[in-house]
């Protein structure tokens, strides 16, 4: 049977044994199968995700942000890098929380597998642990640090880092205190669980952060035209945070 006639069931069944490379390919060989493979929520990317996400995560309210399959896949290979963080992180088996081991005296810092140059990207950090004295989230590039001695904001101690300190509501960069945020009398203080969605626009170069679905406002202006991770940095022992990415921030 040529394969123009096989139904498109049958196709999809074949599509969901194909590399993700294979799946990109096979999208421009034609309409119909652009049509099957631009279903986000079909068997193809569902079976992806039984293969490749582990089962506790996709049962719990993790990505309850991603509403569909191919979403959910994608989120996982923007997750946290096992590779590029302290000795004292490690990822769990969910690919999306890391562990802060108990190391005294030692701030510990992670960076998502994929940095970002162009475009408007969205993600949600889920501090769900202690924050302890110091806990900062934000973005980073590839030179800045993952571990130091003591207990201080990693994440924005350095001109390669920019972070929001979710303990005291100031935003740090280059070492310094960039004031507070959000710009708010009596801004209330982070709750451990809330979702935190981070707003990187690098076509503006700008970093927002959103608490809850409430847009908190620009944070950082005139960043640099350069690879941007996903970062956050931690002091406490046996906090865990989630990180999951959405893509192109939704308007409004």
Known sequence: MHVDLLPDIILGSIFSYLSLQDLRSSSLVCKRWYSILNDEDNDVWRLHCIRKLAEEVLSSDLLS???????????LYHAWNPEDCSRNIYIKPNGFTIHRNPVAQSTDAVRGKI????GRHA?????????GTVAVVGIATKEATLQTHGY?????????????NLVDNHLLHNGDSQGNYPMLNNAPKYQVGERIRVILDCDDNTLAFE???EFLGVAFRGLPEKLLYPSVSAVYGHTEVSMVYLGPPLDG
């Open 65 to 75: 942000s991603t509403p569909t399959y191919k979403a959910k896949l994608k989120a």
């Open 123 to 131: 993600w949600e950090v889920v501090w769900e642990g202690p924050l």
């Open 152 to 164: 201080i904001a990693l994440l924005g101690s350095d001109d390669q880092s920019w972070g929001w």
């Open 115 to 118: 940095g970002f140059s162009h």
């Open 211 to 213: 608490r809850n679905y």
